[in-house]
């Protein structure tokens, strides 16, 4: 193996050994190490399904609110197509501008702080060290060996610089080019919300032609039915990244839509009652 080939634990082994507290499984997955670039791909693969399902919850749960909505104040399947269109595509493009902006903002004031800690450890290094070793006092090591801790790490410039970050400030570094997979995090949620968030209007575009001359309420039930059926799906799926049951997180998540459905229905059968038809 090359000198600077980094190994890792395999995460996917550690994590089942943990979830089934079994010690020995734990010592195998920290024995077999995996290399760097095979676990950061996972990482990112993991990152992106993790995106694209939380991505498609927000927009099936938006989406399916509306159209509930819409079906409560007897509107007809040709506005709640049209409300429930638009809105996607408008919430999908905010969300999608949203998650690149607000990843990208924190990856600058990152950079920020990361420069100001390095000039303050260049202009003043006593200050910077004692400070660290105030901090690992106070999470417990005597102060002796914090600070033979704190002066080796302090040999090395650039990694002390990022050991500052992350016990000071609880920031990360983000690389050079995080920008762009701050791009293609934004793509993706946009690419989830519409593509999930359509889910409710299958049932409206779908009925027609299975079932001759439905009713609005047939149209609304075969929405239900389709959107039930991903909400159940997204909820397993999400179970892989919370280390849950996916069968618990799917009924989680099938009611929570449902009771968002319910509160938009009557609400909006509430309003149309109240409000006067033109």
């Keep these: 193996m090359a000198p600077n080939e980094r190994t890792h634990v395999d995460k996917s082994q ?6 089934a507290l079994d010690v020995e499984a734990s010592a195998r997955a920290h024995a077999s190490r995996v290399d760097g670039g095979h676990d950061e791909a996972h990482s990112k693969v993991g990152g992106q399904l ?29 506005v709640v197509l ?50 660290m070793v105030e ?77 001759h001359d439905p009713s609005e309420h047939d149209l609304f039930l075969a929405a239900c039915a389709v959107t039930g059926v991903t909400l159940f799906s997204l909820g397993a799926a999400k179970a892989r990244f919370v280390q849950q049951k996916a069968l618990k997180l799917g009924a989680e998540t099938l009611a929570l839509g449902a009771l968002c459905a319910s509160v938009a229905y009557f609400c909006g059968a509430a309003l149309s009652s109240q409000l006067p038809s033109h």
């Design 50 to 78: 993790k995106t694209i399902v939380f991505g498609g919850l927000d927009g099936i749960l938006t989406s399916f609110a509306i159209v509930s909505s819409c079906a409560g104040s007897g509107l007809t399947s040709r």
């Design 135 to 211: 901090i690992y006092v106070q999470r417990g090591m005597s102060r002796e060996d914090a600070q033979v801790v704190i002066s080796t790490m302090a040999k090395y410039h650039d990694f002390f610089v990022d050991v500052m970050m992350v016990e000071e400030l609880g920031l990360f570094v983000p690389e050079e080019d995080a920008w762009v997979e701050s791009a293609k995090d934004g793509l993706l949620m946009f690419a989830s919300f519409v593509v999930f968030g359509t889910a409710p209007l299958v049932g409206y575009l779908l009925t027609p032609l299975f079932v």
């Design 82 to 131: 049209l409300l429930g269109a638009c809105n996607i595509l408008a919430d999908a493009m905010a969300m999608g501008v949203g998650e690149y902006l607000s990843t990208k903002s924190s990856d600058e004031y990152a950079r920020r702080e990361r420069a100001r800690e390095d000039w303050e450890l260049r202009n003043h290094p006593e200050g910077e060290v004692e400070e």
């Design 14 to 19: 550690a994590q089942a050994a943990y979830s």
